[in-house]
Nanobody, 120 residues
Framework: QVRLVESGGGLVQAGESLRLSCAAS????????MGWYRQTPGEQRELVAV???????????DYADSVKGRFTISRDNAKNTVYLQMNSLKPEDTAVYYC??????????WGQGTQVTVSS
């Protein structure tokens, strides 16, 4: 089993920054990617950013078009932690952000979610 603990959400004004953290513990051997998704009421959960943590593509990243140039995902493998630096936040970034860990067996683990609210 894997446990994901998120931190760093909050209320900010448009243009400000936040940094989310997600620490993984437990059976993290076999992790393929770690990433962040977000969800607003009535909408499907959407990918924000993902980073490959092992294999030939280790370190590669991918972002939703809506956050490219503003958000940066990074990882600390030694700490089993992934970060999401969010700059130039917009009201439309308001959502619950979920940490995700995907294994090579394509099993998904999720964090409990952290609220990010951006006021205009």
């Amino acid at each position: 089993q894997v446990r994901l603990v998120e931190s760093g959400g909050g209320l900010v004004q448009a243009g400000e920054s936040l940094r989310l953290s997600c620490a993984a513990s437990g059976s993290t051997f076999g992790t393929k990617t770690m990433g962040w998704y977000r969800q607003t009421p009535g909408e499907q959960r959407e990918l924000v950013a993902v980073v490959s943590t092992s294999g030939s593509t280790s370190g590669s990243t991918d972002y939703a078009d809506s956050v490219k140039g503003r958000f940066t995902i990074s990882r600390d493998n030694a700490k089993n932690t992934v970060y999401l630096q969010m700059n130039s936040l917009k009201p439309e970034d308001t959502a619950v952000y979920y940490c995700n860990l995907k294994t090579w067996g394509n099993y998904n683990y999720w964090g409990q979610g952290t609220q990010v609210t951006v006021s205009s």
